[in-house]
């Protein structure tokens, strides 16, 4: 999920590492060594500096602490790893029992857990003649996926590891033509195993680049139009306008404490207007279909020309643009997906990317008026980025909720401003 918000740069991380044996039993702490990545999910880098500082082979299993401060990353972290055998050197006491079981605790956050994935990945490549040459590469561990790359004679893989609430990313792969998403070899409960998409993220992508992307997902969401019923038998959320009222309702009341009195009473009126509003958008003329969910530069890849694809990959449908992390993906309205894409433009790009926006719905709807569309869907989207980070906390273990704790309050402040 993108945020909005204008941090600090973050800093390095100060990591300690508990270690625990594949049967649960805790061994104790490795002393704090650095890391220079400040990003709490990213543990590639954090498995190379145990190697190099300390000689042992971990896997990162969940986070235990960290230090919330203005950059929301980086600082004091610690995180439980499981280790096939004790380390020589001195292990320091640790306080509490970190393998101890939580509710909404994942299987890949339990010792053994990633082992059980790793395996069923292999299974996938060998049932399609696919072999690993060399070790599985741990990338990222957290309450949202656990990612790792998988070396293997025809290119590398990808297994990536979501929690319930994501489960439906494999059955939206499956479901999109060749080309749109990464190729899907195998899924399997909240399991995905995907080819390689090779080439680079548009992250820092200059608008004109960013265009296309608008037309690969403006067509694909075309496309589903009229077939909502598919997309929600495939599991995905339903933010229409009743249940996402609904949901946002709910939010807000739960999210009392943390908001002022003016920006509720802002909120009141925004839930209490939502009708006439929903009313207004249908009446710009684009219909509900399928929604990206987090659909900013960052999940969008542009193939290399002239680099291996990975095993059975290719540009397909979409010309070389990819679209990455469909665990966010659900049912609604589809410029509901306009505010994670503009959220670090600069002005004028934003002017272009809006422009072009509804240039390509006015083609695909002749008649309809999303410039309209997209004033008013504004504070709704506001809205279902706080219901989604609820949704989070309300699904997750108690110790990983420090990465979305103020997030529903900080949503909720902006479906206000916007509201106004």
């Known amino acids: 999920m993108t ?29 704090p060594l650095r890391v220079d990545s400040p990003w709490w999910p990213d543990v590639a880098d954090v498995v190379t500096a145990a190697r190099r500082t300390h000689l042992v082979e971990v896997t990162v299993l969940r986070l235990l602490t960290a230090r919330l401060d203005a950059t929301g990353q980086g600082g004091p972290v610690a995180y439980l790893a499981q280790v096939d055998t004790a380390p020589e050197e001195p292990l320091g006491d640790w306080p509490g029992d970190p393998v101890g079981d939580m509710p909404h605790r994942l299987p890949y956050a339990r010792p053994g857990g990633p082992a059980t994935d790793l395996a069923w990945a292999d299974s996938v490549l060998a049932a399609r003649g696919i072999g690993r040459i060399g070790p599985a590469e741990q990338m990222r561990t957290w309450n949202l996926s656990s990612i790792w790359r998988l070396p293997t004679g025809a290119g590398p893989a990808w297994l990536k590891v979501v929690p319930p609430f994501f489960a439906h990313e494999g059955a939206m792969l499956g479901r999109l033509a060749p080309g749109i998403g990464p190729r899907l070899l195998g899924a399997a409960d909240g399991r995905v195993l995907m080819a390689d998409v090779p080439g680079e993220d548009q992250y820092d992508a200059p608008v004109n680049r960013l265009l296309p992307v608008i037309r690969v997902l403006v067509a694909l969401q075309a496309d589903w139009i009229g077939r909502v019923a598919e997309l929600l038998a495939l599991g995905l959320p339903d933010w229409r306008p009743a249940p996402l009222t609904a949901l946002a309702a709910a939010t807000i009341r ?4 943390q908001l002022d009195a003016a920006t509720t009473a802002m909120l009141d009126s925004l839930i209490g207007g939502l009708p006439e509003r929903f009313a207004a958008i249908a009446a710009c003329g684009i219909p509900h279909t399928l929604v990206h969910g987090d659909f900013h530069p960052g999940n969008v890849r542009r193939i290399s020309s002239g680099t291996d694809p990975g095993p059975g990959t290719g540009p397909g449908t979409a010309n070389g643009w990819v679209l990455l992390d469909w665990g966010d993906c659900g049912v609604g309205h589809p410029l509901l997906d306009q505010t994670a894409f503009l959220s670090r433009q600069a002005a004028a790009a934003k002017v272009r990317i809006r422009a072009e926006w509804a240039r390509l719905w006015r083609a695909a709807v002749p008649g309809s008026d999303p410039d309209r569309a997209a004033a008013l869907i504004e504070p709704v ?30 949503w909720l402040r902006r479906a206000a401003a916007l509201s106004g």
């Open 3 to 31: 945020q909005l918000i204008d941090r600090p740069p973050p800093r390095a991380r100060i990591v300690t590492l508990v270690l625990c044996l594949a049967d649960g039993r805790v061994l104790g702490a490795l002393p």
């Open 254 to 257: 739960r999210a009392a404490d």
């Open 381 to 410: 989207a506001a809205l279902r980025q706080a219901v989604i980070y609820h949704k989070f906390l309300d699904n997750i273990e108690a110790d990983e909720r420090v990465y979305h704790a103020g997030d529903p309050a900080f």
